[in-house]
């Protein structure tokens, strides 16, 4: 590969620097690659490698990093060669933007994997202090292992909505033909008392410049999840999105009706803007996207949201945890269990 070649194949093989940098191998690529195309064509081509045919059928998210692990090494200028065959090359062809935007998925599962395996258990430091709450409750040895896996879960949970935090959006945007923009880089300005714009912007989920259209990506709206504070943040979005000659767009994915929700829905219809709440929600973005990143919003994005819907109980099943050297093992009284291979990080 050219310098400028190679610096076209990292933008799906790597993100972020230092410490913090991700960066998958060449067959992953190559086999992401090979699923985009397939997703869009439906069409088996000379070229697709062997050993990428019986995964390209598989459900994208019942493939284990053992199976990955498995696939043979190939070079850099191998998997590039692979990109030139699918046209991900071509930056007009949507098996591009597709692509961009599966290797994206795949990298932050592939990084929360491996916080997964090396997420260390706290030392005495970190919570010992927190023992005078609860000391004398219970048996000392029970007392401590609770803390340190609820210390555990809760360093692995925040780093997880980190991570969702640098996906879910961007990945709606991109499919969307728009970006997510920072409140620095913002078009929408808050407003003062006075009616003019201060020079604070406000955070975008998806700005679609094309169309002049801001969207506001909400998984859920109800009382509970919305302070007053910050549910006046919200109710006067789509007035400063106005203000500044854009279309706001409501989109929420959960239907459960809300006083909160119905508010903050006309609000946004009042402004000149639309709203979409559950299917609508869905077929509004699929609809926007288009034909072929409308198909990777249905067959990546929506199937967990909407499957998370359908089994999620307020009362949580009851889970056992365990651990050792090499493994933590989540199960249930069901029969089913969750293995996490554990890398030693002392």
Known sequence: MTRQQREFYHNFSRHGSGSASVEISPVEVALLAHIAYFDIFASRETWFADWATELIDRDFYSITQSEVSALPEISEDESYAILEKANVTDVSNYVYMYLKNLAALYRRRFKFYNILKEQPFPSVEQIGLR????????????????????????????????????????????????????????????????????????????????????????????????????????????????????????????????????????????????????????????????????????????????????????????????????????SAETGSRYSIIRTRTE
């Open 131 to 330: 023992c005078l709450l609860e000391f004398g409750n219970c048996d000392d040895t029970l007392l401590f292992s609770w803390m340190a896996w609820r210390k555990l879960i809760y360093d692995i949970d925040n780093r997880s909505a980190q991570e969702t935090g640098y996906l879910f959006e961007p990945i709606i945007a991109s499919c969307l033909g728009g970006e997510s923009v920072s409140h620095h880089d913002s078009p929408v300005k808050r407003i003062a008392a006075n009616g003019r714009a201060k020079n604070e912007g406000r955070q975008i989920d998806c700005y679609v410049k094309e169309t002049r259209e801001v969207y506001e990506l909400k998984l859920r709206v109800t009382i509970a999840a919305s302070g007053q504070g910050r549910f006046e943040e919200e109710m006067s979005f789509p007035y400063e999105v106005k203000k500044a000659g854009l279309i706001p767009v409501l989109i929420v994915f959960d239907p459960t009706p809300s006083p909160l929700l119905e508010k903050l829905g006309n609000e946004f219809r009042r402004q000149g803007g639309r709203v979409a709440i559950g299917d609508d929600a869905w077929n509004e973005l699929v609809a926007r996207a288009g034909t072929e990143m409308g198909k990777f919003i249905v067959k990546y994005i929506k199937p967990p949201i909407v499957r998370i819907r359908s089994v999620y109980n307020e009362l949580p099943m009851g889970i056992r945890l365990s651990a050792t050297r090499s493994e933590m093992e989540i």
